[in-house]
C-alpha cells in the first residue's frame, strides 16, 4: 500500500491546479475528492477518473481503460477509466482530464434519484385502520 500512498501524494501535487483535493482510503485504494465529490480513484497504481455519457468518448479517444473488477458472476466495469500517461507528467494536462471527471462527478451529484417504488395507500390505510379497530377503548 505504501506504493499507492505515495503514488496518491504525486497525483495530489498533479492536481494542485484546481485547488484543494484529497484523498482517503477504500476498499483497498484511494478515492480522491474535489470540491466534496469523489472524482477519481487510485487502485493499483493507477489512476482513474470519473466518466460518463457525456466526457467518456474522450477517454475512449485518448485509449484510456476502465476501471473493472471481477463481480461474483462476471466483470463489473465502472465509471472511472485511466488517464493518458501525458497527463501523468504534467500539471497542465492532468488539470484538463481532472476537470472533465469533475464534470461528471458534479453531473451525477446533481442527478435526480431513480424513482422508488411507491407503497400502495390503500395497504397503508388498511394497516391503520386495524391498529386502531385493536386499540379502541373497552366499556369497563
Not at 54 to 61: E, G, P, Q, R
Not at 131 to 137: E, I, L, R
Request: aromatic share 10%.
Amino acid at each position: 500500500m505504501s506504493g499507492d500512498s505515495d503514488f496518491v501524494a504525486y497525483v495530489l501535487e498533479l492536481l494542485q491546479p484546481l485547488g484543494r483535493c484529497s484523498a482517503r482510503k477504500m476498499f483497498g485504494g484511494y478515492g480522491l475528492y474535489g470540491d466534496g465529490l469523489m472524482f477519481a480513484l487510485v487502485f493499483d497504481g493507477r489512476l482513474y477518473l470519473k466518466v460518463d455519457h457525456l466526457n467518456k468518448s474522450d477517454f475512449v479517444a485518448a485509449s484510456c481503460e476502465p476501471f473493472v473488477y471481477q463481480g461474483q458472476d462476471k466483470p463489473i466495469e465502472m465509471s472511472y477509466w485511466t488517464v493518458p500517461e501525458a497527463a501523468l507528467e504534467s500539471s497542465e494536462d492532468m488539470a484538463q482530464w481532472a476537470r472533465l471527471a469533475l464534470a461528471a462527478a458534479l453531473r451525477k451529484a446533481n442527478a435526480k434519484p431513480a424513482a422508488r417504488k411507491s407503497v400502495s395507500r390503500k395497504g397503508v390505510a388498511n394497516k391503520s385502520a386495524t391498529k386502531k379497530a385493536t386499540t379502541k377503548k373497552r366499556p369497563l
